[in-house]
């Protein structure tokens, strides 16, 4: 069997993996022990983030023609990817979070549906809070007038009670 038709279904594999993708990030793992490395694989699982290693020329070809061709320029070295279907900024906040405990952790660059970011954009996108949080505070600032409304008219309800 030549070597192509080995690499062709890992091509395939990744090609899947990024289509319909919100993001994707690339990292440097170098310097990771296994427990931290199991550690960062429980919580990017735990988030719903497909994290796996594979040949830079593999990801190379799965990317042609997509908007994670963009990662190319960082695809140099030891490097994993970290890739969510579901939120776009969870691989992003999860890694982030991780290098600040493991600084071995490098943070490469990634694409956020369909827009590139290097390294200082990617730390920037860790920092926006979860679709639920985002949803809760918009609900929160709705709700704020409305309640302070059926406050005042209770108020005034009272005092036309009491006169």
């Known amino acids: ?9 890992i091509v395939a594999e ?14 440097d793992y170098r310097g990771l ?15 719903g983030v497909v994290y796996k290693v594979y040949k830079n020329t593999m990801i190379k070809r799965a990317a042609e023609g997509t908007a994670f061709a963009a990662l190319e320029p ?27 405990k493991a600084d071995k952790l490098e943070i490469k660059g990634g694409v956020i549906e369909g827009t ?9 996108i860790a920092t926006i809070p979860s679709r639920e ?9 709705m709700q704020s007038p409305i309640a302070n409304f059926a406050r005042v008219l209770n108020q005034i309800a009272e005092k036309q009670g009491e006169a």
């Open 1 to 9: 069997m030549a070597k192509v038709e080995l690499k062709q279904p």
């Open 33 to 47: 022990t296994v427990a931290q490395d199991t550690e960062l694989r429980k919580k990017l699982r735990e988030a």
């Open 14 to 27: 990744i090609a899947e993996l990024l289509d319909g993708a919100a993001s994707a990030v690339v990292v």
């Open 74 to 100: 960082h695809l140099e070295g030891p490097t994993a990817i970290a890739v969510s279907k579901d939120e776009a900024t969870v691989p992003a906040r999860v890694l982030a979070e991780f290098a600040k």
């Open 133 to 141: 949080i985002l949803l809760g505070r918009l609900l929160g600032s």
């Open 116 to 124: 590139y970011y290097d390294a200082k954009g990617m730390q920037v």
